[in-house]
């Protein structure tokens, strides 16, 4: 089988399961050249992978040889290194969010579009069988029709564990745009594209204090709400409670619940890709573990980065696609404005559900 060839740029820490991934994993993937600011980053990461090139992002961009950059630099430089690489001709994948704002990815969709190029990017988690076995549940009617989602993402924050979590307390960061992508993006592999938002934010600390090493003891000053809570309501008219917070020590709360006509689905961790996953048809006295019917249960992050390649190679629209990545970033930037207006806000953007993945899919291949 021929492989896409594929230049990484950023070899931080969400790098090396994408590189075992799209190394040994995925067949039509090929790991050409990576490069980093970190040359001790670089050539850990070319080494342990066996990959041939160590380059700069320019020289990635600027290859013949590469097909698809995949872009895992850290949020504040998505925006530049994608319209870079769609500029230089690339079709490109980038890790959550696309941009740090609505605007800069909507800019990069018109761009990819003008070019006749593929954009993409993470989470791929709604990829995996956990939320693939989900979504066969909801679409043969084992729960019958959507009427209500409940989504929740709660902890205390990165600064107890994170080698650098300053991030997550500044533009761009906070518990919407780091983990909301998850969540957002499962809830629309679930339910379809999303319609409106409204929203309430709060920052509970003006200040956190790092625990963790090698930064123990600095102080992180916040700029942006640590937790946020609010609505969505869906094109199909069903209706979506969500938390994201960086405030709460302790919780009982499940990752996901969606509630139909004729049922209640209980949703798996959408930052994994396996199970469990649990059901309660109405007239049932008790929730039964459902079995996964599809592949891909371990962490097989670079699964969306394989379908964009089957898509460079034959055709078609990549599942995690640049409508869907770029409806997720203005869903969350809603909840945000909706928040600071005190108005719910009515979506500009809009995406096609994905199409699900077929459960006899062999280990490996896309299609």
């Excluded at 949020?75 to 690339?90: S, T, V």
């Excluded at 019958?144 to 960061?173: I, L, R």
């Excluded at 048809?281 to 929730?287: R, V, Y």
């Excluded at 945000?336 to 490996?364: F, M, N, R, V």
Aim: a negative charge.
């Amino acid at each position: 089988m021929s492989k896409v060839k594929i230049g990484i740029i950023g070899c931080g820490n969400i790098s090396s399961i994408y590189l075992e991934n799209l190394t040994r994993t995925f067949v039509n993937t090929e790991v050409y050249a990576c490069a980093d600011f970190n040359e001790d980053k670089l050539n850990e990461a070319t080494e342990q992978y066996g990959i041939p090139n160590r380059w700069t992002a320019e020289q990635i961009i600027a290859s013949d040889e590469i097909q698809l950059v995949v872009n895992l630099t850290t949020p504040p430089d998505h925006y530049a290194i994608c319209r870079q690489a769609l500029e230089g001709g690339k079709h490109v994948y980038v890790e959550k969010p696309l941009s740090l704002s609505y605007e800069q990815g909507s800019e990069l969709v018109q761009l990819a579009q003008s070019k006749g190029l593929l954009l993409g990017g993470a989470p791929d988690t709604f990829l995996g069988a956990g939320l693939q076995t989900c979504r066969k549940l909801i679409d043969d009617g084992y729960i019958g029709d959507p009427v209500a989602a409940t989504a929740f993402m709660v902890n205390h924050g990165h600064e107890s564990w994170h080698p650098n979590p300053s991030f997550y307390y500044k533009q761009g960061g906070g518990p919407m745009y780091d983990m909301g992508p998850y969540y957002l993006t499962a809830l629309i592999s679930l339910l379809g594209p999303a319609q409106s938002v409204s929203g309430m934010t709060k920052t509970s600390l003006p200040q956190r204090t790092i625990t963790s090493q090698p930064r123990y003891g600095e102080i992180i000053d916040v700029e942006v709400p640590t937790h946020i809570t609010g609505t969505i309501r869906f094109q199909n008219n069903a209706i979506a409670t969500m938390i994201t917070s960086f405030d709460i020590w302790s919780s009982t709360l499940p990752y996901i619940e969606i509630y139909g006509t004729l049922g209640t689905l209980i949703v798996p961790d959408p930052n994994t890709f396996g199970g469990p996953i649990r059901l309660r048809p109405a007239n049932s006295t008790e929730f039964m573990e459902f079995p996964l019917i599809h592949q891909y249960e371990e962490n097989s992050r670079g699964i969306g980065i394989s379908d964009m390649a089957h898509c460079i190679q034959h055709g078609g629209t990549p599942r995690a696609n640049a409508h869907l990545t770029s409806h997720v970033l203005e869903i969350m930037q809603a909840f945000h404005t909706s928040a600071d207006s005190g108005t719910h806000h009515t979506l500009e953007s809009t995406c096609t559900q994905p199409t699900p993945l077929s459960p006899s899919l062999l280990k490996g291949y896309i299609n």
